[in-house]
């Protein structure tokens, strides 16, 4: 073949080429997220291979927390228990966290992830911690990227207690058409110097406004984060369950309920009232390890205060029962404590201007000190006391920071 042919035949094969290309392109994967219309739809269950979210996405200072899966000494079942424990090193970030993602390892950059959960109304979480120091922020979204979350939503700082709680995060309004970070966690070591143990279960996602039975603890107390309130549950049995809320109801060492909680108690008569209980029990456990006894008088008059106070609203005397728990009854059975499905909880706190209130000093004081503005941390904290005066926490967090500012001004 002369060299004339050999140039003519190249042209047409690149000619050839080239209309194959531009003819036929390579299409990219189409981003479509898959559509969720089946309900509840677990970032996490207690149950084998009922996730659809991997415990993939660490961030911060990623050596500072760990993950180790356990048996949960109350129900016996699979759980999550997550340690933070800040190194305070030079270079650090100071925080930590962990992302539920689909799929694993996705940071936005995966056009084949993301799940569309627009059907769901609420994502509800258990969890719980070690001491009830626990200051930690929960979220859903927030991944950037090309193929990111479709928006974020956080929870703000949340104090954990230790018993086992049930979180509701309102998702009304939100953009859930693609999710790829189904649930986050963080702990930020300025409020938590110390570092923190806490535990996780049943994380889902809901077509439902209100928590539904069957899942990890159906008798764990019941918070909607935004709207701490009191809640009453239909049932054929009423709970009101004070442990953690004692002393919102009563002044220190006192037996006689305060004027300002008279107000909650009359809406606990009322709830009472119109629901028809069958039986009303009232139940404060007391948890604290070196126990005298006059506590455990002492909370028993306390339980024997609300019972007249109900008694006195018309509610029948021979419908009421109280019990006081200690650390021991904890710690041996839990059968005569409320069993799943058994019982609904009535969780009492402020009204709803002062709960306002006081979580915003509260958070406003944490704000300051991860600012190092240990002065106005102070400042907020002790407006926070005012409406909450024995409230151990922000004692301890005001003491924390004049330790800090004495330091600095050293």
């Known amino acids: 073949m002369n060299k004339k042919k050999r140039t003519f035949c190249l042209r047409i094969f690149l000619s050839l080429l080239f209309l194959l290309i531009f003819l036929n392109p390579v299409h990219p994967v189409k981003f479509e997220p898959k559509k969720i219309f089946k309900f509840p739809f677990f970032v996490y269950s207690y149950k084998e291979n009922a996730s659809y979210f991997a415990i993939s996405g660490y961030m911060g200072d990623v050596s500072d927390i760990k993950l180790v899966k356990i048996k949960d000494p109350v129900s016996k079942k699979n759980s999550l228990k997550i340690i933070y424990k800040p190194k305070n090193k030079k270079g650090q970030q ?23 959960l627009s059907k769901a109304e609420s994502l509800f979480f258990y969890a719980k911690g070690e001491t009830g120091y626990e200051v930690l922020e929960f979220k859903i979204g927030g991944i950037t990227g090309e193929y990111g979350d479709s928006d974020t939503i956080t929870t703000g700082f949340i104090n954990l207690t230790r018993d086992w709680n049930l979180y509701k995060i309102d998702l009304t309004d939100k953009n859930l058409d693609n999710i790829i970070g189904g649930f986050g966690i963080i702990a930020m070591a300025p409020v938590n110097p110390n570092g923190v143990i806490f535990y996780i279960n049943d994380i889902y996602y809901s077509s439902e406004k209100e928590p539904e039975k069957g899942f990890f603890m159906d008798y764990a107390n019941y918070f909607e984060i935004e709207d701490y309130i009191v809640k009453g549950k239909k049932g054929n049995e009423f ?14 060492g006192k037996t006689s309920i305060n004027k300002k909680a008279h107000k909650i108690l009359d809406q606990v008569a009322q709830s009472i009232k119109k629901e028809d209980y069958k039986r009303v029990i009232i139940t404060i456990y007391t948890f604290d390890k070196d126990l005298q006894k006059f506590d455990l008088d002492l909370s028993e008059k306390r339980a024997q205060s609300i019972y007249q106070f109900l008694a006195k609203k018309g509610i029948d005397k021979k419908r009421i029962t109280y019990k006081v728990y200690s650390q021991k009854d904890k710690e041996r059975t839990h059968e005569d404590r409320p069993q799943p499905g058994k019982y609904e909880f009535l969780i009492i706190r402020w009204k709803k201007d002062e709960e306002k209130k006081f979580k915003y000093h509260y958070f406003m004081g944490l704000d ?22 024995d409230n151990e926490d922000i004692k301890r967090r005001i003491k924390e920071s004049k330790e800090k500012l004495k330091s600095k001004n050293n």
Request: no cysteine; charged share 20%.
């Open 239 to 252: 709970m009101i369950n004070i442990s953690q809320y004692e002393e919102k109801l009563f002044s220190k």
């Open 94 to 116: 100071g925080w930590a966290g962990i992302y539920w993602q689909y799929p694993a390892n996705n940071w936005g950059n995966n056009p084949r992830g993301g799940y569309d």
């Open 368 to 389: 300051a000190f991860i600012k190092e503005s240990y002065t106005t941390a102070i400042q907020e904290w002790n407006k926070a006391l005012k409406i909450d005066p």
